[in-house]
């Protein structure tokens, strides 16, 4: 069985940094595009930064300058830099990867979510 386990939020105050990282473990034959989504409260969760298997990545207006996507594909990790963090950043963040496992279909699977709060 797949799984996606996030660690790394936490509180700051606004202007501050957090890295969040996601590895992914299991019977894994190839992951494809992984990215990070969040959701803010009373909000619907929405998409932040996504990088493909090849290193391409895009983000959402919100964070451009701000944060930045990064994987490790030997070690099956995803992480998220967090810069120059404002009060509209607080929200649960999600890891979420495209994934095959062996002898299985791609499948989309996501982390359990870890929380990041930024004060004023």
């Known amino acids: 069985q797949v799984q996606l386990v996030e660690s790394g939020g936490g509180s700051v105050q606004s202007g501050g940094s957090l890295r969040l990282s996601c590895v992914a473990s299991g019977r894994i034959q190839t992951i494809g595009d992984m990215g990070w989504y969040r959701q803010p409260p009373g909000k619907q969760r929405e998409l932040v930064a996504i990088i493909t298997a090849g290193h391409t990545t895009s983000y959402v207006d919100s964070v451009k300058g701000r944060f930045t996507i990064s994987r490790n594909n030997p070690k099956s990790t995803v992480s998220l830099q967090l810069n120059s963090l404002k009060p509209e950043d607080t929200a649960v963040y999600y890891c979420?990867?495209?994934?095959?496992?062996?002898?299985?279909?791609?499948?989309?699977?996501w982390g359990q979510g870890t929380q990041v709060t930024v004060s004023s």
């Open positions: 979420n990867g495209k994934i095959i496992p062996i002898g299985a279909q791609m499948s989309e699977y």
